[in-house]
């Protein structure tokens, strides 16, 4: 078994929440309201940008040219998959630009850049993978069960297709490598790093879900 094997398994019933949970259900049918879809679209224009950022991080932090070539063509294309998707809801349904981060996404991103900053390189990357991966499985297992004119088309097309894969590929092969020279403490720091990310996941889509404000 290799080390992301064992990442997934220690996710397993956040991943099952996460297939489970209304929003994911309701995007698969086509059926989610639209005003939860463009809470979620704000949020996550507000968490690109930062995820970029936390990878840009690890860019240079990186100690092979290979890898850091690696982390910025993510951070990049972080970046310019935000401007495709969002540019195609934010005018398909005349979504305003937000700025102000609601509690999951203010969570998730300061999580990933502060273990992204603070943490070993190994630890960041186990912290970044989630973002990758669940949304690799969760795209694929909507695309399995969408019909084509479901409304969420392009945002499905892009977690499900083959250039999206092949990143995610690549970071669960850099995540193992890493693992490869990791001590017994740092490999439990990135399975807490992993699992951390993996729940605030879900978080994300339940604060979209219900439309989670700050309360005071
Ligand atoms: C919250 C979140 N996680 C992961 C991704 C995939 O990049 C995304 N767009 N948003
Ligand atoms: C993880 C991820 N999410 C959107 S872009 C990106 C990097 C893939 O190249």
């Not at 978080?203 to 404000?213: C, E, L, M, V």
Request: hydrophobic share 40%; proline share 4%; aromatic share 16%.
């Amino acid at each position: 078994m290799t080390f992301t094997d064992q990442l997934w398994q220690d996710i397993s019933p956040t991943y099952e929440a996460i297939l489970t949970h209304g929003f994911v259900n309701e995007l698969q049918t086509g059926n989610l309201p639209s005003p939860t879809f463009q809470y979620y679209i704000q949020q996550d224009a507000l968490y690109l940008t930062d995820f970029s950022r936390a990878l840009n991080q690890l860019a240079a932090r990186a100690t092979t040219p290979d890898d850091m070539l690696t982390f910025t063509l993510f951070a990049q294309n972080a970046i310019l998959v935000e401007r495709a998707l969002h540019e195609t809801y934010f005018s398909l349904y005349d979504i305003q630009p937000e700025t102000a981060k609601m509690p999951a996404c203010f969570a998730y991103t300061n999580y990933l850049l502060a273990t992204t900053s603070l943490q070993s390189i190994a630890v960041g990357a186990a912290a970044v993978l989630p973002c990758f991966w669940i949304y690799r499985q969760v795209g694929k297992h909507i695309y399995e069960r969408a019909i084509q004119e479901n409304p969420y088309r392009s945002w499905i097309d892009t977690y499900a297709g083959d250039a999206f894969d092949q990143s995610v590929n690549q970071m669960l092969a850099l995540t193992d490598k890493y693992a490869e020279t990791a001590g017994a403490l740092e490999l439990a720091q990135m399975r807490e790093a992993f699992r951390v990310s993996s729940r605030l996941e879900w978080y994300f889509w339940n604060d979209a879900y219900t439309q989670n404000r700050w309360l005071v």
